[in-house]
């Protein structure tokens, strides 16, 4: 039982490049997350996923895209690099019910350095 | 909107003493749920409590132990007798029921010296 794993786990890019970051989940979770952390801040949502086929906005979605065309993964794009997108990528899965929240379980994260 | 405050950016102890890490959170919703992660120097974040708004008792951990008090919107977290593999980040995060983000505060560091 893997848990939660990402791909890669550091990158560089250049400016303009693009990417993708790979999250997997092997709990049989619906909701996915993906997060970034930067210094002094803590983690901030950027897209969700409630299941799949389904994706949403979080906090701070700009210059980002997702996608979940499986249940177990989802994966995070960045289709022009930017170094404010330089940070700490965290993916996280939970399971759903009604009126309650479960508690998300985190990745290794994805080390990204925009130059 | 909803908030969360960790006001100590960093807590400097040595082993055996107890710590507690503050967080301090504002939210409208009669209902939600705080967390506490931890994340050691290896990177990953791990789950340690969750506890919804309806449920104010205390929990004890073997060394860990929360104090959620609804009156003061606080939800602290102490460390018993501390060792050096307590030293971690620690972040404490809020969910509104029925939503999907956890409202992350910006942690603490705690380093424990031998």
């Known amino acids: 039982n893997a848990g939660v794993t990402q791909t890669p786990k550091f990158r560089v890019l250049k400016t303009g490049q693009s990417m993708t970051l790979l999250c997997a989940q092997d709990m049989n979770h619906e909701y996915m997350y993906w997060y970034r952390q930067d210094p002094g801040m803590g983690l901030r949502l950027i897209h969700y996923s409630v299941g799949e086929g389904t994706t949403a906005k979080g906090e701070v979605p700009d210059g980002y895209n997702v996608s979940r065309l499986k249940k177990q993964n989802f994966l995070l794009g960045l289709e022009s690099a930017a170094p404010s997108q330089t940070s700490v990528y965290f993916c996280a899965s939970s399971y759903s019910s009604p009126g309650r929240a479960y508690e998300q379980y985190f990745g290794p994260g994805t080390r990204l350095t925009v130059t | 909107a909803q908030k969360v405050t960790q006001a100590q950016t960093e807590i400097s102890v040595v082993e055996k003493e107890d710590v507690t890490l503050d967080c301090v959170y504002e939210t409208r919703d009669t209902t939600y749920y705080l967390f506490w992660y931890k994340q050691p120097p290896s990177g990953e974040l791990v789950f340690l409590i969750r506890?919804?708004?309806?449920?104010?008792q205390n929990e004890i951990s073997g060394r860990y132990s929360w104090n959620f008090q609804k009156s003061t919107s606080s939800f602290n977290f102490t460390i018993t007798a501390s060792q050096v593999v307590d030293s971690a980040v620690y972040f404490c995060?809020?969910?509104?029921?029925?939503?999907?983000?956890?409202?992350f505060g910006s942690g603490t560091r705690l380093q424990v010296q031998p």
């Open positions: 995060a809020l969910r509104r029921t029925g939503r999907r983000a956890l409202t």
């Open positions: 506890r919804n708004s309806f449920d104010e």
